[in-house]
């Protein structure tokens, strides 16, 4: 009988398809276990007896261990098994979901049971984002990875779409607690899947590596940190390149500072200011998600056709972009609901690009392969900060000086993210910056 051992073996092709669409479900999956508590909140306040300050406290504490953690993963990435990261993360949050569905069904004595494990949840699902892009790092070449990862990364759009539709669906048929034990199960399948099909890099399955190192010219001034000590955080990486990941991680704090003032307050906006009933609301609300998905996907698809693979230039013209649409939701957005929706849709269009390039394929291209975990946690995890923000500056505007004043706010993060993305453009020009 001849020996087919060879032969048989998955290629790169079918491996790489496993790990993208195992990275994929992976994070997706995340989302069922954290976006459903935003969907239940009304019931959890009900049946905990907690007023909104409260039940803000709870995701308050989620959103600083969340960003605590990423800086973790990072550091953690660099000493262990992404895929043990993430198997552990998936399998803790799995966990503090059904904790949180028998918190709810203990009434006022389930609160402090579900700060805790929100707490301990953040640091779970922080090992999503960072974790997976790290394992894609090793899986994708330069050429054509803006392409690919624009479409992985609309994980994050569909994930939330999903997940929050999955949520109310259970909420509406069996009960809030059902949101997260549904959730858990999700997440389990999920887990599941990935253990038996995902593998950290192409070496670990008897492949060559793929993923070349970064390239950038080196500033003759600059310090190479690798020399300092190989054996450093930031060992392979030049001054300007640490430079450059917090500096894309600073950006993304404004990225997503306006990501998740949109996606938490439009709901209440398209009430409040067009009388909408909450389900109307809501509808209207997700054209800002299924919009953005497109943005995702077209920054991919020019920065590697158009650019060659250089993801700056798509940055800044789509962040000036998005100050635009942040100026027609201001203005014209207020004048009907069916404006404020297309408001809506042209800021998550414009918004999502960047938002994707620079937490996914940027921080890859930027950190290298065997540092793309690390980069991608600390600029998620620079990111992360402006949630946390957002969340009291909007909240605080919109009760005192109403939504006019809340828009325009959103428009001076976006000239602050301008000012970020063309300091960082104009190093990347110098060759400065690998993006």
Request: glycine share 12%.
């Amino acid at each position: 009988m001849p020996n087919t051992s060879f032969t048989s073996r998955p290629t790169m092709k079918v491996w790489r398809a496993r790990v993208l669409t195992t990275t994929w479900l992976s994070y997706a999956g995340f989302y069922f276990c954290r976006k459903n508590f935003s969907i239940a909140k009304s019931s959890i306040i009900d049946a905990l007896q907690i007023t909104k300050s409260e039940v803000a406290h709870i995701m308050t504490a989620y959103l600083i261990a969340y960003m605590l953690g990423q800086f973790l993963t990072g550091v953690l990435g660099r000493k262990y098994a992404i895929r043990i990261l993430l198997l552990v993360g998936m399998a803790a949050s799995v966990v503090c979901n059904i904790v949180f569905g028998f918190a709810y069904l203990s009434g006022p004595a389930g609160y402090w049971p579900l700060v805790i494990f929100m707490i301990i949840n953040g640091f779970a699902q922080a090992t999503g984002w960072a974790g997976n892009v790290g394992i894609l790092g090793n899986w994708l070449e330069r050429k054509g990875r803006g392409r690919t990862m624009a479409l992985w990364a609309t994980c994050y759009q569909l994930g939330s779409v999903f997940a929050k539709s999955f949520a109310a669906l259970m909420l509406g048929v069996a009960g809030a607690a059902w949101s997260f034990w549904g959730a858990s199960i999700i997440l389990f399948g999920v887990w599941i899947v990935f253990y038996l099909y995902q593998r950290d890099k192409p070496e670990d399955v008897g492949l060559d590596p793929l993923v070349e190192e970064i390239t950038i010219p080196v500033d003759q001034k600059a310090t190479n940190i690798a020399a300092e000590s190989s054996s450093g955080l930031f060992a392979g990486w030049t001054h300007n390149t640490v430079f450059a990941v917090f500096l894309m991680g600073g950006c993304y704090f404004s990225f997503k500072f306006l990501r998740y003032a949109l996606d938490s307050w439009a709901p209440l906006a398209g009430e409040e200011l067009f009388s909408l009933d909450d389900a109307t609301a809501g509808y209207v609300s997700t054209a800002f998600d299924w919009v953005g998905f497109l943005g995702v996907i077209f920054s991919g698809w020019i920065s590697d056709k158009v650019f060659s693979g250089r993801r700056y230039q798509t940055v800044n013209y789509m962040t000036w972009g998005m100050f635009g649409a942040f100026i027609f939701l201001a203005t014209l957005g207020m004048q009907s609901a069916l404006l404020f929706g297309i408001g809506l849709a042209l800021c998550g269009f414009m918004l999502m690009g960047p938002d994707s390039l620079l937490s996914g394929v940027g921080a890859i291209d930027v950190g290298g392969k065997k540092a793309a975990i690390l980069a991608a946690a600390i600029i998620n995890g620079l990111g992360s900060i402006g949630p946390i923000f957002q969340e009291e500056i909007i909240g605080y505007t919109i009760d005192n000086y109403g939504y006019n004043a809340t828009f325009n706010v959103l428009i001076g993060v976006s000239i602050l993210a301008i000012t970020g993305v063309m300091y960082l453009s104009h190093r990347a020009k110098q060759g400065l910056a690998d993006l």
